[in-house]
């Protein structure tokens, strides 16, 4: 499957994925994590290291309400500028203070749905691909 397709694909998945449905993100296997790389980054407006310096939350019955202050460590896609960030209805973490990650995140400044790396690929793992 080409890039074209797999960022179509997710940007469908994303659509199609309602506060009110289950959301199922796939975990890609060994041979698929450069096609999840691949399609993750195309969604994403910007990619990049940060560390989160606190969360908060306007509403404690919604995890939607949650808001992660970050500090940009590091940029590999865009020129992101953001302060805090937002989550979606299909995020499968949950930022948490004092975290170093990988963010991949929208042009609103959310963090794109599914973009959780750490289930089949290493901080160090993924640092090394984004820099190349």
Same mark, same amino acid.
């Given at each position: ?20 449905? +289950? ?15 691949? +399609? ?31 500090? /940009? ?6 020129? +992101? ?29 959310? /963090? ?21």
């Amino acid at each position: 499957m080409n890039t074209r397709a797999l960022s179509i694909a997710l940007v469908l998945f994303t659509l199609g994925c309602g506060a009110a449905e +289950a959301c199922v993100c796939d975990k890609p296997g060994t041979t698929t994590t450069a096609n999840w790389l691949l +399609a993750t980054g195309a969604a994403a407006t910007h990619v990049f290291l940060a560390r989160v310096t606190e969360v908060t939350s306007t509403d404690k019955k919604s995890q939607l309400d949650l808001r992660a202050k970050i500090e /940009i460590l590091e940029r590999f896609k865009g020129n +992101a500028q953001f302060e805090s960030l937002g989550i979606t209805p299909c995020q499968n973490f949950e930022p948490k203070q004092g975290d170093v990650r990988v963010f991949f995140v929208s042009a609103a400044g959310i /963090i794109v749905p599914c973009s959780d790396y750490r289930p089949f690929i290493s901080d160090e793992e993924l640092l090394r691909k984004l820099r190349h």
